[in-house]
């Protein structure tokens, strides 16, 4: 389990970049980034069956399992885009940051799943953490006109939550299959994006060099180390711990000057990593074994 649950927060590493790729991705609208990103992700799986056999599996994909994968990554991407448009950012992004709160509470109805009041607690800290970020200096205002996009939001992270929670309910399904959810979500995203926005390109070849990044690694190689590690790690620990993402991404944006360090970040920051260490504490303060007695 120890091996899985590493894997699976090796995924933040590619998250973490996304907001700052996004932002090197210029005026790209975000089906049609969706759709292209999406489609090298699902290359990166094909190359990988293709390099490694033994990531390729055979296996008989249950009708449940296309449907909670493809409305998992889809359908949470459809509607975080839907409540960008329909509310403001930052109350946008605090509210579809319920997910990995979502996830903690939730493992307590999976099979063989003890939640403890660390895991509550540490995921609680990690959302304050997380409030701090997004809000920044401006404070939060929840308005009853961005009520759809509040909406959108909420529905993005229990869609988010529930497909990683009911991945869990398919263990026997093999990780390879997510390269065919990236691919039926490419062809929604493209599609979704000839319906409702206009064409634009990469315009250099920095952006064009973001978008392919994006598609390796956050919209890409993420999603595999993703669904391996709440299959087979502590999706308690994976659930709390993902709340670093948002403050990589903030560190990453200040290293690259896009964003300045602040006493709020500070405090984030010490919430955040704190409550992850205190959903860990089972890990953390795990009794070792006694040596046995010698025998007299």
């Avoid at 403890?116 to 990690?126: D, F, L, R, S």
């Avoid at 990044?213 to 890409?220: A, E, I, R, T």
């Avoid at 964003?259 to 984030?268: C, D, H, K, V």
């Avoid at 009794?287 to 010698?294: E, I, N, S, Y």
């Amino acid at each position: 389990m120890i091996r899985a649950t590493l894997i699976g927060l090796s995924t933040f590493a590619m998250w973490a970049p996304l907001a700052m790729l996004t932002a090197l991705s210029g005026s790209v609208p975000p089906f049609q980034l969706s759709a292209i990103a999406f489609a090298i992700g699902t290359a990166v799986g094909i190359l990988a069956q293709i390099m490694f056999p033994s990531f390729r599996q055979n296996t008989r994909i249950p009708p449940m399992a296309w449907l909670v994968g493809i409305a998992g990554l889809f359908g949470y991407h459809f509607l975080y885009f839907t409540a960008l448009k329909n509310a403001p950012a930052v109350e946008a992004n605090l509210i579809s940051y319920l997910w990995p709160l979502l996830i903690v509470l939730g493992s307590a109805l999976m099979p063989g799943e003890r939640l403890g009041w660390h895991h509550i607690a540490g995921a609680a800290a990690g959302l304050c953490g997380t409030a701090l970020i997004v809000a920044k200096d401006g404070g939060l205002a929840f308005e009853s006109r961005y009520a759809l996009g509040y909406a959108a939001a909420a529905t993005a992270a229990l869609f988010w939550s529930s497909y990683s929670l009911l991945s869990r309910r398919f263990g026997e399904v093999p990780t390879s299959t997510v390269t065919w959810f990236c691919g039926a979500t490419a062809i929604l995203s493209a599609v979704c994006h000839i319906l409702l926005e206009e064409t634009v390109w990469p315009a250099t070849t920095g952006e064009w060099t973001a978008v392919v990044l994006m598609g390796v690694f956050p919209l890409g190689a993420a999603f595999f180390t993703w669904d391996y590690g709440v299959k087979h790690g502590n999706i308690q620990l994976i659930g709390t711990a993902s709340y670093i993402i948002p403050m990589l991404s903030t560190l990453l944006l200040i290293a690259a000057g896009r964003a300045e360090p602040t006493l709020n970040l500070l405090i984030a920051c010490l919430l955040i990593t704190g409550g992850a260490a205190l959903a860990a504490k089972n890990i953390i303060l795990r009794p070792r074994a006694k040596a046995p007695t010698p025998a007299e």
